[in-house]
Each structure stands twice: as structure tokens, then as C-alpha cells.
């Protein structure tokens, strides 16, 4: 089966295709669906920008699709960066700034738990019906950047229950735990049940 994957991040899509391997999943790039612009994110949760991503790709291009979104949510900065984690020290989106950012906004807290959570939503099967599916994974933030693999949060974040941030892990241990990995695999589980 082939489907598109919503998203302009090729760290993302990379992820996403080797989690899927041997599915029978073929994942679709925007590029392969001639899809160039960029996909507007100005909802104000996690769930809403991934359906409006969604919606957007299904409504313009008539392919079926998914899109994810995903925030970091640390407990001492009340859930922040959250739905802002991309742009979190500003529109440029710079990983090295929003980890900057962060590691400032938590100097001096003892609490540096966080959770990482994607949620995905899939449209275009049914219509415009679409279904959401969540990943969560737990960890910590820590004091320093720790490993060169991975991108956004991952040399800060920890998972709970290892030694190694995500960036210290290669892609195919990370798959084997991250919010993502976990999103992915609650809707390739779904797919595989209807087709």
C-alpha cells in the first residue's frame, strides 16, 4: 500500500520509512506527490496541527495521507515548549536555539522530567474520515548536549529506564522505543487490520 507522509522534515520521513520496513507500507514523500508548499501549523495543540496538516495534503492534493505533529512537555515549564517545540526560541526553527532555550529555562529546577508525544492522523482512507493515533515516551532533560544523532530535542532527552540520550542511540535502537516509533506502529497495526 502506498501512502504520503505529510511532513517537509526529511529527518522525520527517514524515521518513518525504516520503521515501516516489511510492513508492505510504501511511505510517499511530499516531493512524490508534487507537493512543495508549506503545510500550515496554526492550531493550538499537538492533535490539531497534525489533523490540519492532514486535512490540508487530503482536501488539495486527493492523496491519502498522514501527518504528525510533535511536542516536547517538560513538568517544570508547565508542559512547554509542547506545541511550540519547533519555534520555541523563534520562527527560525533552530534545533541549537530552542536547546539553548530550554537548558536556561530549566537551570536551577531539581525537576527535569519531560515527555516526548506525536500524535498522527490519518485521512484519506475513508473520505475525509480521519483517526488519530498517540505515542508517548518519558524521560529526562539533561544538563548537557549528549550524542550527534537524531535531530531537534534528541541530545537532551533522555528516555526513562536508559543511560544514552536519543541523539547517543542510532536510528534503529530509537525506533525501537521513541513517541514516534510508538504512533507509527499503532497505525501500521490499524492498516494491516483493513487491508
Known amino acids: 500500500m ?80 509542547g506545541v511550540y517545540s519547533a519555534r520555541y526560541a523563534g520562527p527560525e526553527r533552530k534545533s541549537d536555539d530552542n536547546i539553548e ?16 508525544r506525536t500524535v498522527i492522523t490519518l485521512i484519506g482512507l475513508d473520505g475525509a474520515q480521519s483517526v488519530l493515533f498517540e505515542g508517548i515516551v518519558k524521560g529526562t532533560i539533561t544538563e548537557t548536549q549528549k550524542g550527534t544523532s537524531g535531530f531537534g530535542y534528541d541530545p537532551v532527552f533522555m528516555p526513562d529506564g536508559f543511560g544514552r540520550t536519543f541523539a547517543e542511540m542510532t536510528m534503529a535502537d530509537k525506533n525501537k522505543l521513541s513517541h514516534r516509533a510508538k504512533a507509527v506502529s499503532k497505525l501500521v497495526e490499524y492498516l494491516k487490520a483493513i487491508f
Do not use: M, W
Open 2 to 81: 502506498r501512502i504520503c507522509f505529510a511532513t517537509n522534515n526529511l529527518h522525520k520521513l527517514e524515521e518513518v520509512r525504516q520503521a515501516v520496513t516489511g510492513s508492505g507500507l510504501t511511505i510517499l514523500s511530499l516531493e512524490d506527490i508534487h507537493c512543495s508548499e508549506e503545510l500550515p501549523e496554526t492550531r493550538d495543540t499537538i492533535a490539531g496541527n497534525s489533523l490540519q496538516k492532514a486535512e490540508y495534503v487530503y482536501a488539495n492534493y486527493r492523496v491519502a495521507c498522514f501527518a504528525d505533529d510533535t511536542g516536547l512537555e517538560v513538568d517544570a515549564l508547565n508542559g512547554a515548549p
Open 101 to 116: 532555550l530550554l537548558l536556561t529555562n530549566l537551570r536551577g529546577k531539581a525537576n527535569r522530567s519531560a515527555c516526548f
